[in-house]
């Protein structure tokens, strides 16, 4: 008998696992308690919220996340391997709904890396998902690359994992190499196919590489899935994953010939994309379906007109739908505290007394120097204000000489460990010549991987938000700042990253990861 109900599907969001693992996009442990919290709150039905044997760092995420769960089943990653899976619950064990999610890759390619033959690896399945269920009752099974597995032995280890007690099946397009028809094909025959197929829950898994993902994963809902697994933005490896906004839009927007619902509230997308792609560095392209700054600008004047006359002729969606004022001008000079403490909760943020007093002393210099302050300006002040971990280094004063002649100078004073230190370096540029005062004061090793500057929003007077990314050691930490000075927003998202850097430092190896799930060995 088929128990699940046929017009849900359940939203799986793996941004603080897939998404997280992507090379640079690692963020830290407030910010990964943060966005499982909005995650929460949005209404995400299964948040993956990490790989705890990967490090001490990530068991401790998953482990804390779980116990500040409210209504998500917490799901943490394991390879098929006995203390994986014990590694595994100790973390969500913690969750009010806690759910193991363990895998071993299955197509041809993928079984030559642990050099296990067919029969060796169903038994290794078995051996592995019966552990996981005598743990916990909410198992998820995935044959990892299953779109590259012959049919008959991913049917076959399917039929496996389901007897060993796996609640849902998810099937991975591991390298986003599949098409819409063949992933609905795949789910179809699994469901009709496999013995007890049509009392679990079939989940799909698809990577963008050929920009199908979500394509992909509307095919496999049509054809029988229930769970679609995505991340905020589409953050992941190499093109991404599937981006829970598109998908969420479109079952949204075209109900009438895809008539599932989720139980998402969709007006929560556009504040917790903002709040992934500042903690993960990964900034979200101006023409990114539905999140991306242009998705609802209308500037050609055809448009203007349309859009004027009736608001349909070119929107199928509303802003508001996804979380953004129609008109998004906030305050100015003369705004005072209440109405900055009104504003900023209306953006999703919750200040204490003393954080509004910080917010509200920069709220106060931007204003002098920008006359208008849009939400934008006030989710990059944010990024700064709300940095729980402690300084070591501060950015004093700093001057720059740059233009056509002669070498660009910076003359930089920092606050070390309490202690002034003054500087004057040269650089093939101001922002060079800037970063080589910091690192004459401070000096280090990390290299820099990422640096990017964004205008928040138009005019000369925008401010623009930096991210910088750096690597040492393994360890990839990342800095933002805003300002209207570009040079010195760059600065302040350097030493942002280099304070990140020393807690790492004093804090040892606990947050390197020893272990990718791609060391399936
Ligand atoms: O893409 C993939 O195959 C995965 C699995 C670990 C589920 O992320
Ligand atoms: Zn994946």
């Known amino acids: 008998m088929n128990t699940k109900p046929q017009d849900r599907v359940l939203i799986f969001d793996t941004t603080l696992r897939d998404g997280e693992q992507s090379p640079g996009a690692t963020m830290t442990h407030a910010e990964k308690l943060e966005i499982a919290s909005l995650l929460d709150d949005m209404g995400v039905d299964i948040i993956e919220a990490g790989f705890p044997i990967a490090s001490e760092g990530d068991f401790k995420a998953v482990a804390e996340i779980a116990r500040q769960s409210r209504n998500a ?10 203390p994986d899976i014990d590694r595994c619950w100790e973390a969500v064990k913690h969750a009010k709904q806690p759910r193991i999610h363990t895998f071993i890759g299955t197509s041809p390619l993928h079984r030559a890396i642990p050099n296990l033959t067919m029969d060796e690896m169903a038994d290794r399945i078995h051996e592995t998902v019966t552990h996981a269920r005598n743990l916990c009752d909410n198992v998820q099974w995935s044959p990892m690359d299953a779109t590259r597995t012959e049919w008959d032995y991913l049917r076959r280890v ?23 028809r063949e992933s609905a094909d795949l789910i179809r025959r699994l469901i009709e196919e496999v013995p007890g197929g049509d009392e679990i829950i079939f989940a799909t898994h698809c990577h963008n590489d050929l920009g199908m993902a979500t394509a992909n994963s509307l095919a496999a809902v049509e054809a029988g899935a229930r769970q679609i697994e995505c991340t905020i933005n589409g953050l992941g490896e190499r093109a991404g994953n599937t981006a829970l906004e598109e998908v969420v839009m479109a079952l949204r927007v075209r109900n009438d010939i895809m008539p599932y619902e989720t139980g998402i509230d969709s007006t929560k997308i556009m504040n917790i994309s903002r709040r992934v792609a500042t ?14 700054k242009n998705a609802f600008a209308h500037e050609s004047g055809i448009h203007q007109d349309g859009m004027l006359k009736n608001a349909e002729t070119f929107e199928i969606m509303r802003p508001e739908d996804v979380g953004l004022a129609a008109t998004n001008l906030v305050m100015g000079k003369h705004s005072g505290r209440a109405a ?32 208008e302050i849009y939400e934008e300006d006030l989710i990059a002040l944010m990024r700064i204000a709300t940095d729980p971990e402690e300084d070591r280094i501060a950015l004093v004063s700093m001057h720059v000489v740059c233009g056509t002649e002669g070498p660009n100078q910076a003359r930089m004073t920092l606050n070390v460990d309490g202690a002034e230190q003054t500087t004057e370096q040269t650089g093939d540029g101001p922002v060079d010549a800037a970063f080589n005062c910091v690192k004459a004061l401070v000096p280090h090793d990390a290299r820099l991987q990422l640096y990017q500057v964004h205008a928040v929003t138009e005019g000369t007077d925008a401010q623009a938000t ?20 570009t040079v010195v927003a760059s600065t302040r998202a350097y030493i942002h990253a280099l304070n990140r850097l020393l807690v790492r430092r004093e804090k040892g190896g606990s947050d390197k990861r020893e272990v990718s799930y791609k060391d399936v060995s």
């Open 73 to 82: 089943v917490i799901c943490g990653l394991a390879r098929a391997q006995l």
């Open 158 to 180: 399917v039929e496996i994992a389901i007897k060993a007690g796996a609640t849902t099946i998810n099937i991975p397009d591991t390298v986003g190499y599949t098409a819409p």
């Open 340 to 371: 900055l403490r009104a504003k900023l909760e209306d953006l999703g943020y919750e200040l204490g007394d003393n954080q509004l007093k910080d917010v509200f002393v920069r709220f106060k210099e931007l204003a002098d120097r920008k006359k």
């Open 279 to 292: 903690v993960s560095g990964f900034a979200v392209q101006f023409n990114k379906a539905i999140v991306g």
């Open 466 to 485: 930096v991210s910088v990314r750096m690597e040492e050691d393994g360890r990839i930490v990342t800095g933002q700042s805003a300002d209207t000075d």
